[in-house]
């Protein structure tokens, strides 16, 4: 079990320097980042960019791998994105992890002033985004005319160190946003769905992970061949209020085949509310929970 935590892009760098620092020197082995431009309640208050804020953490950090949670077509192109992409893995020397999910409704749909997707067609548009981003990254220039995107010799040179890319961590839930896993995933990323308890939302982790695999088997893969990352804190109980809390959501989660987990960093109020001496307590248990 590999044991991931995301920090929030709310802090002034003077903050969050030492956070991604701490994040490698606790143990964790990758640390992810919201890609949004602003996320649910939170968009009143300090908020800023995942692009540059994975390139600062890639200067303090030397071990760690670095994600996107999740980069979506929301405000993203996939011309520009490439180039983003390929820049980010260079300064990390290879340790981008590429989480890619379809966008969803909220301020990130909203602020440009587009209208709303109905969820068919953000899928539709994802389908569209991940087959045009992994053409451009694995070719030294593409030309593209599509439903949603349009590209004239788009350059991709040096290409990205982690070849033929940084793997795609695809978010998925449903049925066809699953099927878009098992065609261009290196890894699959999940939520699972709202529930009101605890023990309903495992148990409906579990139907996914069913659903999951017999996906993979549709596509002519192993279920075993793509690691699956599982986002704890969208479960009613956050991960991070307790070490037991903790230890008991890996176990669950590794029971039920999960490759990766990925915790919070706690703040102080709102989403994730915690203490960092959890956190603190937390990080002298990973080596046996890694082992595990």
């Keep these: 079990m590999r044991i991931g935590i995301a920090i929030l892009p709310d802090q002034r760098w003077s903050v969050s320097a030492d956070r991604w620092r701490r994040a490698e020197e606790y143990g964790f082995d990758h640390a992810w980042t919201y890609d949004h431009l602003g996320w649910r309640d939170l968009i009143d208050g300090p908020w800023f960019d995942a692009v540059p804020t994975l390139t600062a953490a890639a200067t303090v950090t030397t071990r760690i791998r670095l994600g996107t949670y999740v980069a979506s077509p929301n405000f993203r192109h996939p011309v520009h994105f490439a180039r983003e992409v390929t820049a980010l893995d260079d300064i990390s020397a290879g340790r981008l992890l590429l989480g890619l999910g379809a966008g969803g409704t909220g301020?990130?749909?909203?602020?440009?002033?587009?209208?709303?997707?109905t969820p068919r067609r953000r899928v539709d548009r994802f389908a569209e985004f991940l087959d045009l981003l992994a053409t451009i990254l694995a070719n030294p220039a593409?030309?593209?005319?599509?439903?949603?995107y349009q590209a004239v010799d788009a350059r991709s040179i040096p290409g990205p160190l982690q070849q033929p890319r940084?793997?795609?961590?695809?978010a998925a839930n449903g049925p066809r946003t699953l099927r878009l896993a098992a065609r261009h995933g290196?890894?699959?990323v999940t939520t699972g769905p709202q529930a009101d308890d605890a023990e309903s939302w495992w148990r409906a982790i579990a139907e996914l992970v069913g659903r999951f695999e017999e996906t993979m088997a549709g596509a002519g893969r192993s279920p075993e061949a793509m690691p699956r990352y599982l986002n704890?804190?969208?479960?009613p109980v956050y991960s991070m209020s307790s070490v037991d809390a903790f230890t008991d959501a890996i176990g669950r989660a590794a029971a039920l085949g999960f490759t990766d987990a990925i915790t919070h960093w706690p703040r102080k109020s709102s989403w994730y509310a915690g203490d960092?001496?959890?956190?603190?307590?937390?990080?002298?248990?990973?080596?046996?929970?890694?082992?595990?």
């Design 186 to 188: 290196d890894g699959w």
């Design 276 to 292: 960092e001496k959890v956190l603190e307590a937390v990080a002298t248990v990973l080596p046996t929970l890694r082992a595990n």
């Design 166 to 170: 940084p793997p795609f961590i695809v």
């Design 232 to 235: 704890l804190d969208s479960s």
């Design 107 to 117: 301020f990130d749909s909203a602020v440009l002033g587009e209208p709303e997707l």
């Design 142 to 148: 593409t030309t593209w005319k599509g439903e949603w």
